[in-house]
């Protein structure tokens, strides 16, 4: 029996990583998004925090076979605040270590969010799609 416990705790974790996302209300964006995900814009890997009082930070990575394989590519850090209305969030940038940005604010629309993903529309229309690096 003992040694079978490792393997039972193995397929437990196995089926509760396979048990589907819960859609959020979108009464609750504000508050479920708060946490950290992960996901790709163009061509850019991104990794982003919310926090509960309204900042940011998000670190992003370009994508390629130097940058995957052997760690050349230069990770930027953009740090800011977000708010939401709506379907609609709202990032802030405060400030953007080895990171060009174009404009200060940035808008996009949530096309979906459950407990663990997350697919925006920037206002350019590009669709992005984040998972959530913890389950809640």
């Not at 079978?4 to 048990?19: F, H, N």
């Not at 609750?28 to 925090?49: F, Q, R």
């Not at 370009?62 to 990770?75: E, V, Y």
């Not at 808008?107 to 350019?124: C, G």
Request: overall charge positive.
């Amino acid at each position: 029996m003992k040694k079978l416990r490792p393997i039972l705790i193995i397929v437990i974790m196995a089926i509760a990583a396979c048990t589907p996302s819960t859609p959020i209300a979108e009464a609750n964006y504000a508050k479920k998004i708060v946490g950290n995900w992960i996901g790709t814009v163009g061509d850019m890997k991104e990794s982003i925090t919310f926090r509960a009082d309204g900042g940011f930070m998000a670190q992003v990575r370009p994508r390629g076979f130097f940058s995957n394989t052997l760690s050349q590519g230069t990770t930027g850090t953009i740090r800011g605040t977000w708010v939401i209305t709506g379907t609609t969030i709202t990032l802030t940038i405060i400030s953007a270590e080895h990171e060009r940005v174009k404009n200060n604010t940035t808008t996009s629309t949530i096309l979906a969010f459950s407990t663990n993903e997350l697919k925006m529309k920037s206002d350019r229309g590009e669709i992005s799609n984040f998972m959530r690096t913890r389950p809640l």
